[in-house]
């Protein structure tokens, strides 16, 4: 594994390098149009180019987490509106900060960031060059044929242009995991919004998250109200009512009073049910029993498809994080059951020291739009009061990867057979 994992290094250093002398054109497009802006002519340009830059830019940041970790916090969108003026436009692009940060990236990527990457490929291609190439043409070249410091001219020398090729693809594969890195933290300090805005964004999110928390909870008050209402307490209601004509037929109709406390009993036992359901709906026992592992098997049970689950957790996480990833994961697997036609579906729990990570993935017809269900907007509704996220990946004809994210912290002992 370690080994393709310095082959995909060295495939994404490739990839890079190859984004770094694209990026620039797009630049250019751009001062382009504000060059032209005292004509006219940019207010038509200078919206495109910036969308398209900002379009590069935050591919690059996606890459930076995707292979490196790296997180780069994100512009935030231009400010517009589609009733201003191409001129109001124009103006508002050109006062946002992530604008000009994406330009200066455009215009240094290449010379830096393209400079990075390309040093463990040149290592690479230069080692394929001795071990692959000189082997077979030194005959070709004559006296002035040198590999590096070595002078090939016989058959000695052309086997130390071997080995030193061999080692210098070696040392490619070596530096592209290390280099990838560099580049992604060269990319984070180009791209990345100051701390002052991130701050900002984080206290509006909280805020927000707030909001929607003391919605979502006056939201569960009242479906428990409703269902203890039109369930349980109406069940009561009748079961007394049905006592009362129990206890006026006794003396006169003792038969008919014996049935109507049968039904007594069987109208008790469908509203205990009821009121167990309902407990049940707002923490299941399994889950306060023996944690988010086990309580997502049983829902793995339940299910008609066939749903394969793999716990990596070690310890218990906090209550609410256990309660909120348990009914995500159970609302994902109906989705599959009911949108998706999915025949299988994985779930992995995992935990890596700051966040849980719990991974849905369906083999269903994929097509899964956040904007357009309710329930996926709840989903990330119900994720953002823990600072949580959710991330679906859903092309169509699928596969569906649904990705939750909770920052919480694992209790030391390992309190359940998660």
């Known amino acids: 594994m370690r080994g393709k994992g310095r082959l995909a290094a060295v495939a994404r250093c490739q990839l890079a390098g190859l984004l770094a002398v694209a990026v620039p054109a797009v630049g250019s497009f751009v001062v ?8 006219g002519a940019g207010f038509w340009l200078l919206g495109p180019g910036a969308r398209t830059l900002r379009s590069l830019s935050d591919r690059a940041r996606d890459r930076a987490a995707r292979w490196t970790g790296t997180h780069v916090a994100p512009a935030g969108p231009f400010a517009g509106d589609p009733s201003w003026s191409r001129h109001k ?41 001795g071990a692959l190439v000189q082997p077979f043409v030194w005959p070709l070249l004559g006296d002035g044929n040198w590999y590096a410091f070595v002078p090939v001219s016989d058959t000695p020398t052309m086997l130390a242009a071997l080995v030193l090729g061999v080692a210098f693809m070696a040392a490619g594969l070596l530096l592209a995991p290390p280099v990838l890195r560099l580049h992604a933290r060269w990319t984070r300090l180009l791209l990345s919004v100051p701390r002052r805005t991130e701050m900002a964004r984080r206290i509006a999110h909280l805020t927000d998250a707030r909001a929607q928390v003391l919605d979502v909870q006056a939201a569960e008050l009242r479906r428990i109200e409703r269902d203890l209402h039109d369930g349980a307490q109406a069940r009561l209601v009748s079961l007394g009512l049905t006592l009362d004509s129990a206890t006026r037929l006794l003396d006169s109709d003792p038969a008919a009073a014996r049935a109507l406390l ?39 049970l339940d299910s008609f498809l066939d749903v394969h689950v793999e716990a990596r957790l070690t310890g218990r996480l906090p209550s609410p994080v256990e309660s909120a990833a348990y009914f995500a994961v159970g609302e994902l697997l109906a989705n599959a059951a009911k949108h998706a036609a999915a025949r299988e579906v ?27 269900g309710t329930g996926l907007r709840g989903l990330r509704r119900r994720l953002g009061s823990f600072d949580g996220v959710l991330t679906l990946h859903s092309p169509p004809g699928g596969p569906t990867t649904a990705t939750l994210e909770i920052p919480c912290a694992l209790s030391s002992p390992k309190t359940s057979s998660c």
């Open 32 to 39: 382009l149009a504000i060059v032209l802006l005292p004509v």
């Open 89 to 129: 436009r124009a103006g508002a692009i050109l006062a946002a900060e992530g604008f000009w940060r994406d330009l200066v990236w455009a215009w240094l990527e290449p010379w830096i960031g393209g400079a990075l990457v390309a040093v463990p490929l040149a290592f690479l291609w230069y080692g394929a060059f």
């Open 262 to 300: 049968l039904e007594v009993g069987e109208t008790a036992a469908r509203a205990l049910e009821d009121l167990r359901n309902l407990v049940h709906g707002i923490q299941p026992p399994v889950l306060a029993d023996r944690g988010l592992g086990d309580a997502v098997r049983s829902l793995a």
């Open 346 to 372: 994985a779930i992995v729990l995992d935990h890596d020291g700051r966040r849980l990570r719990a991974t849905v993935t369906d083999d269903g017809r994929g097509g899964a739009d956040p904007a357009k």
